[in-house]
């Protein structure tokens, strides 16, 4: 899966840089063209010399070494490659990154590329639990950065835990997984209909009810869902976001609205998945006018809307159905009962109140329930990182067994 492909391997100052030197070699071994940077720390381990002998590639080490006068080097390096690993990704190179600092040839290249970039951190067990640091590798994960968590056991500096660089192959293994994932697509031929954001439900002309809800989530896996071969329908309520390319997009304002644009694309969906926030209630009553200020209270009462995932739960045949519970308390029992009732096989929780999973941020902190009652736990992740895996559950459920 690693053949023809571009990597850009960024290698920080720390005992691990023998393994990078190692993941050098296994790279090019399987096909990658590797080109290297180091900084300053980083070759007080082991020499650029090391990295051009195992790359067949110049070594990058000094933003102001400019060998082409045609380009600027930390620039076209931003450009060139299919993906960005930094490994190994000392704390020090983390909180540069989360915090935008470029004052070497990595970070100011990092800071200007738009390539997938993987962080494969090592560093002593204490540090890497150190809260400046937990801090900065949630920034990353907001920023899109993708993570190869490193390993438990014994560490150069003499104590035992987590913080050791994953090792070669293992490195090799996620980044084959995530090409794999990208490149097959087995989704091919699949009606994924999608909903996503808040909606709004109209008091009069000037005020309405609606939520929290960004819809980041919904159009992260709406994204995910095109780049694996479906064809794909979003319907969203009203939010700030562009419309992922190459997806149906349908917008739509109230819960009344959804359930229609929903039901009439239902039976010729094969997956069905339900991210948008939808209100639960609407005022019973509605005015042409504004409403002018009164004296004293101004009561507003609320009626029930349309449970559509409930509805869609009701009347799926071959579709698969997957809904969100976005909870602050209880999570898992509300999780596993709403999964029951709506009849759904797939269900994605998340604690709203915890930090890093809440409607406006960048990243989630997710449990997968599945109708089997087994379930998958993710860490903090970006949202986009948590679509690319919930939609490899989606795939697996549709190529495994239904439990009907």
């Known amino acids: 899966m690693l053949k023809d492909k571009k990597i850009l391997l960024c290698v920080s100052g720390g005992v691990a840089v023998f393994k990078a030197a190692a993941l050098t070699s296994k790279l090019s071994q399987a096909g990658a063209t590797v080109k290297v940077m180091m900084t300053d720390s980083a070759q007080k381990f082991v ?13 990058y080490v000094d933003t102001f070494d400019e060998k082409d006068p045609r380009g600027v080097a930390h620039i076209d390096l931003a450009d060139w490659p299919d993906l960005i690993l930094i490994a190994p990704a000392t704390a020090n190179m983390i909180g540069k990154l989360a915090n935008g600092i470029a004052d070497d040839m990595i970070s100011t290249t990092l800071l200007a590329t738009t390539a997938p970039v993987y962080v494969a951190p090592a560093m002593n067990v204490h540090m890497y639990e150190h809260p400046a640091v937990v801090k900065n590798l949630k920034t990353l994960a907001s920023f899109g950065y993708q993570f190869i968590e490193p390993g438990e056991g014994y560490l150069a500096c003499g104590y035992v835990g987590k913080g050791r660089l994953s090792e070669p192959q293992e490195i090799i293994r996620v980044l084959e997984d995530v090409i794999s994932s990208e490149s097959v697509k087995p989704l091919n031929g699949k009606q994924v209909l999608i909903t996503a954001g808040p909606t709004q439900e109209k008091v009069d002309p000037v005020r309405y009810f609606t939520n929290h809800s960004s819809g980041k989530m919904g159009y992260a896996v709406a994204e995910a869902a095109a780049k694996l071969g479906a064809d794909v329908t979003l319907i969203s309520g009203p939010t700030s976001l562009e419309a992922p390319a190459g997806v149906n997009f349908i917008n739509v304002v109230s819960a009344a609205d959804m359930y229609e644009a929903v039901m009439e694309r239902f039976p010729t969906s094969d997956v069905v998945i339900k991210a948008a926030a939808v209100a639960d209630y609407k005022p019973k009553d509605t005015y ?102 919930l939609m490899q559950e989606v795939v697996a459920l549709l190529e495994g067994p239904r439990h009907e």
């Open 288 to 389: 042409a006018e504004k409403m002018k200020k009164q004296p004293g209270q101004w009561y507003v009462e609320m009626e029930r809307t349309t449970d559509i995932l409930a509805t869609l739960g009701k009347n799926k045949q071959h579709q698969l159905l997957v809904g969100f519970a976005a909870e602050s308390e209880r999570v898992e029992g509300y999780a596993r009962k709403k999964l029951a009732m709506k009849n759904l096989d797939m269900i994605v929780a998340n604690d709203i109140s915890e930090e890093g999973a809440g409607f406006q941020a960048n990243t989630n902190i997710v449990t997968l329930y599945k109708r089997d009652e087994t379930k998958v736990e993710l860490p903090i992740l970006s949202k986009t990182e948590v679509a690319r895996q």
């Open 47 to 59: 020499t650029p010399l090391t990295f051009q002998t195992l790359s067949r590639q110049p070594v």
